[in-house]
């Protein structure tokens, strides 16, 4: 899917309400929009200054919306579609927050997963290997790209009021006008 601005990214975040990580509803308690929402503003609240890392908790299981069924590949998918528009930084958290899971699961052990979480880390390749953490936790985005997915992990709460995609828009345009910026100039 190709983005062509923030009013795309804005039509493809609402059409995330309704929408759940599981065609049968099996998975997280709340739809993609109530996560995507709950996550982003968790984001907000312990990082106020990073609005890339922000924007990232607000688009970063889109490729559920995408390619519904491809827990594998979700974060993919969402970080090539948010490339062109949100930028590479962007793009690389939410193609880590997979990643990060599998990491935290090597680091932590006894860290709990939300139940869907749990099934879903054996389709994405289980807790990484020493070697695998070792590389992960070496790249500049690895500390971003935990704390992403520790809002992700902590933003299902069912009838949690996080605001509405709309509160996002300045945001998504500031992001989207730098990663053009930064673009242009490279």
């Known amino acids: 899917m190709e983005l062509r601005g923030v009013d795309d990214l804005m039509d493809l975040l609402l059409a995330c309400r309704g929408v759940w990580d599981t065609p049968d509803r099996s998975g ?40 519904p069924g491809d827990d594998a590949g979700h974060a993919d998918r969402a970080a090539e579609a948010v490339r062109p528009l949100l930028g590479d930084r962007v793009a690389r958290l939410v193609a880590l927050h997979v990643p990060a899971k599998r990491y935290l699961a090597a680091a932590s052990p006894d860290r709990r997963l939300s139940a869907r979480s749990t099934l879903t880390l054996a389709a994405q390749g289980g807790a990484m290997d020493p070697r695998e953490a070792a590389a992960f936790a070496a790249d500049p985005l690895a500390e971003d790209a935990v704390t992403l997915r520790q809002a992700d992990d902590a933003g299902k709460v069912v009838g949690l009021n996080a605001g509405v995609v709309e509160d996002w828009r300045t945001v998504l345009e500031r992001v989207a006008s730098g990663a053009g910026r930064r673009g242009a100039v490279g």
């Open 28 to 67: 997280d308690p709340v739809d993609l929009h109530d996560h995507a929402l709950q996550t982003a503003a968790l984001l907000r609240r312990s990082h106020p200054g990073d609005k890339e890392l922000q924007v990232a908790g607000l688009v970063h299981d889109i490729g559920h919306l995408l390619g």
